[in-house]
């Protein structure tokens, strides 16, 4: 092992061995692999040529393990080393069953010859073979060539690698034990490793390590973190991002499900951070809001494939709103001093209800009315109680949140009114008008911009009996003027807002009822024309209408539509 320092002796030691190759001379080749004898690494590579036919019986072992080396060092240099003896070696090695051969055999061939390289794989493991450790382990994580993720194996194998000092291993192993889902975490010695891999210049492990450190600070011994932000600063790509928010490993996996559109790559990403959240240290509300994030997108996976599924897991997941408790805390308020009111978590509560109408009027707009509609039914006295409470405390503290009590109060009484005036919607497609109007009713204290639409709707479909013309026109119009327009597409079972009214306008004067001044196939027309500007799936019908209408009377009519466009009923 002196040898090596000194040149002439080692000069003398290659001559020894061209005379006579033994395996003894392990340690020279060895060096090699390490970098060292880079001058007289050709000389020592022409040794392997000379084969090992004159060697003792008492070298067997070192014989296989230097042509296990000699494929390494034909991997590592390709232009100095012999491809095809390279092969042969560790084909020779593989089967005498030396470690190192075995794994490089089962790496090379695990897509060809899976059963066989899985088993030469654990073979090698077990004779604690670095390499074999490594790959194994990452396969344990990765779940590739055939592999079910096991999470207690993986830590198993890249425990013994990165006792090797494998980097790749300690980063993985650093991961593993900060984001498991299967098997408990240790941020402690999740630290340690990612450390240990940092300082060994492996950027993710770096940038793991410092979310570890913001995370969770008592873990972090001060002088390793300073060591750490140093080694940041000088990795461009990595100081770039020190000071960005930091995001837990369930949401990650969330974002990485959101992100792609492959279903099953979804539903499992989904699955991994509904498992990673549980292993997180929160509890109580915040547990909740986080669940309810990705039960979000799981509904939303589920209504795109089999929407029939997704209302009772809807149902479920009101429970997670927990709307009931939250409106007795904030009417406390108003009855006893003293009740803390945790403002935050409300703001928290309208996202995910905000969050739960959005998929409920995805399934409306599908047609997937029954149970959508009992469920909303049931629940929106719960949720009128929980809107007027928010609008009682936010005006009790103007100045609590920072946002604008009027707008914030608009905002809440054009969620509520939405509710009611969808279930409108439904009720009057299923000719339940009595109900209908009970909703309408409902819906009226909100001031909702297509509310009048909706009422002005009811009115024209209602029975001869029921009706009114006079304020189903008058609504219409209004409508017509002011509210915004909605693509109806997206909206169902809401109707689509300003086309909407002039289209039921112009129904109205071809029936003869509207107010006489409006009668005949010049406003008919004129209405139609309005309606198309706004929705042009009507056009059809305006073409329909083109054809029975004079020519000089429809260009009169266009000009009127379009004076009433840029200026409503003025």
């Known amino acids: 092992y002196q040898i090596t320092v000194d040149e002439n002796s080692l000069l003398a030691l290659i001559k020894n061995a061209s005379k006579r190759w033994i395996p003894s001379h392990l340690a020279l080749v060895k060096g090699v692999m390490k970098g060292n004898f880079k001058k007289h690494r050709k000389e020592i590579f022409q040794l392997f040529n ?206 990485r499900s959101m992100k792609t559109d492959d279903q099953s790559e979804k539903s499992k990403l989904l699955d991994l951070s509904r498992k990673s959240l549980l292993n997180e240290p929160v509890e109580g509300f915040e547990l909740n809001y986080n669940q309810h994030q990705i039960e979000h997108e799981s509904f939303k996976l589920q209504i795109s494939s089999n929407p029939f599924d997704t209302l009772d897991q809807m149902k479920s997941s009101w429970e997670l709103l927990q709307i009931s408790q939250a409106t007795k805390t904030l009417k406390n308020f108003f009855l006893f001093d003293g009740i803390k009111v945790n403002w935050g978590n409300n703001l928290k509560r309208l996202e995910r209800l905000e969050r739960s109408l959005e998929l409920h009027y995805r399934l409306q707009s599908m047609r997937i009315y029954e149970d959508s509609y009992e469920f909303w039914k049931t629940n929106f006295d719960a949720i009128d109680e929980y809107f007027s409470s928010l609008i009682s405390y936010k005006r009790a503290h103007k100045n609590l949140t920072g946002l604008s009590s009027d707008k914030f109060e608009t905002t809440l009484r054009h969620r509520r009114a939405e509710i009611a005036l969808r279930l409108a919607s439904i009720d009057h497609e299923l000719g339940h008008l009595e109900a209908c109007k009970q909703w309408v009713a409902k819906a009226k204290k909100d001031n909702h911009p297509i509310h009048q639409l909706v009422q002005g709707r009811m009115l024209v479909s209602a029975e001869v009996n029921l009706r009114n013309d006079t304020l189903a026109w008058q609504l219409l119009i209004d409508s017509a003027g002011t509210s915004p327009h909605i693509d109806s597409q997206s909206s169902l079972p809401l109707p689509g807002g300003k086309a909407e009214s002039l289209l039921l306008l112009s129904k109205m004067v071809a029936n003869r009822r509207s107010p006489k001044k409006y009668w005949g196939k ?49």
Request: one cysteine or more.
């Open 50 to 255: 000379l084969g090992f036919n004159g060697a003792q019986n008492e070298f067997y072992k070192d014989i296989n393990e230097l042509k296990a080396f000699y494929y390494r060092y034909w991997q590592r240099y390709p232009y100095e080393a012999d491809k095809e003896l390279a092969f042969k070696y560790l084909n020779e090695a593989r089967k005498a069953q030396q470690p190192m051969a075995m794994t490089d055999w089962a790496i090379i061939n695990l897509d060809n010859q899976n059963e066989q390289a899985h088993k030469l794989l654990k073979l090698a493991a077990q004779a604690q073979e670095p390499t074999a450790n490594a790959f194994l382990g990452s396969l344990y994580l990765s779940t590739d060539s055939g592999f079910t993720r096991n999470e207690a194996q993986a830590l198993k194998h890249l425990r013994a690698a990165c006792s090797s000092k494998i980097v790749t291993s300690c980063y993985q192993l650093g991961t593993l034990l900060s984001e498991s889902y299967d098997i408990p975490r240790n941020l402690n010695t999740a630290f340690k490793h990612l450390s240990y891999a940092a300082f060994n210049k492996h950027a993710n492990a770096l940038e793991k390590a410092l979310n570890l450190a913001r995370l969770h600070p008592s873990i972090v011994v001060p002088s390793t973190l300073k060591k750490l932000q140093k080694i940041a600063r000088q990795i461009e790509s990595t100081s770039s991002n020190i000071d960005a928010p930091v995001k837990r490993p369930w949401q990650v996996l969330l974002d």
């Open 522 to 570: 010049k406003h008919e027309y004129m209405f139609l024309k309005a309606a198309c500007y706004f929705q042009p799936r009507y056009k059809h019908l305006l073409t329909k209408l083109g054809k029975q209408i004079d020519p000089r009377l429809a260009l009169q009519a266009e000009k009127l539509a379009y004076r009433w466009i840029k200026n409503g009923d003025k």
